[in-house]
């Protein structure tokens, strides 16, 4: 697998995660795609027990809609997939457990799969962001660095 197959898969997986996060924060917050805007979900949230629910309901969707936004664009890193992870473990633990795992009964399924993407594509930006740090105790790496240092990238720097 090439470099920039891993790139690609990483970016289609940033983009796909990411905007239909950042839609699942518009229809709650805006009322976007179906959704049931603020007022529909402070109530929940207030059923929830998240009292007063306006003010969790807007942390929960702007975050969503943040973290959508910023996985999607790749900006700020990890930062992105992190906040995702945070909200979707509230999200299967406070509505989603008591439903059991599959989506057809509400349960843990839809939560989990963002949870697990974040998480994945999130340590891939982190791990790709800082180069030396994947290849820090790569012997091939450091051999890489010595053959440039000393002028001859393609030959041995020894010094017979």
Request: with cysteine; glycine share 16%; hydrophobic share 50%.
């Amino acid at each position: 697998m090439t470099e920039q197959m891993i790139a690609q898969g990483l970016l289609l997986a940033r983009l796909v995660l990411g905007l239909l996060m950042a839609a699942h924060g518009a229809q709650k917050l805006f009322g976007w795609f179906g959704g049931h805007g603020l007022a529909g979900v402070s109530g929940f949230f207030e059923v929830l027990g998240f009292r007063p629910g306006r003010p969790f309901a807007i942390a929960a969707a702007g975050g969503e809609l943040v973290s959508g936004l910023l996985m999607a664009t790749g900006f700020l890193g990890p930062i992105g997939p992190a906040l995702m992870l945070s909200i979707m473990i509230v999200a299967a633990v406070t509505v989603h457990l008591k439903g059991g795992v599959f989506a057809t009964s509400n349960g843990i399924e839809v939560p989990l799969l963002y949870a697990t993407g974040a998480d994945r594509t999130g340590q891939a930006v982190a791990r790709r962001g800082s180069r030396d740090r994947v290849h820090l105790d790569s012997p091939a790496h450091l051999g890489r660095i010595a053959r440039r240092r000393c002028g001859r990238p393609d030959e041995s720097c020894s010094a017979a």
